[in-house]
């Protein structure tokens, strides 16, 4: 299972911002925030629903930027700002 430090660097290293990830998942960004500052500890289950969207997130954040770079569009923008 992943833990925390790894989930905000796999999220942080793709540049998915925190309030995608939230609403995949249907948390507050407060409470996104509070666990990957260590404030809360989140159960295996919610750990696991993070990491599960979190990889939804990047497949589909490859996808675009694949069919970007095929029609020219400037590829590895992030989305996190």
């Known amino acids: 299972m992943i833990d925390i430090a790894t989930l905000k660097l ?3 290293s793709a540049g998915i911002a925190g309030s995608i990830l939230c609403k995949r998942v249907g948390m507050a960004r407060s ?3 509070d666990i ?3 404030y809360v500890t ?3 289950e919610e750990l696991a629903r993070l990491d599960a969207a979190l990889e939804t997130l990047i497949q589909a954040k ?3 930027d ?3 770079a095929s029609v020219g569009w400037p ?3 992030r989305y996190d700002q």
């Open 10 to 12: 796999k999220r942080t």
């Open 31 to 33: 409470r996104l925030s």
């Open 36 to 38: 990957e500052r260590g």
């Open 42 to 44: 989140p159960g295996p």
């Open 62 to 64: 490859t996808i675009v």
């Open 66 to 68: 694949r069919v970007a």
């Open 75 to 77: 590829v590895g923008a």
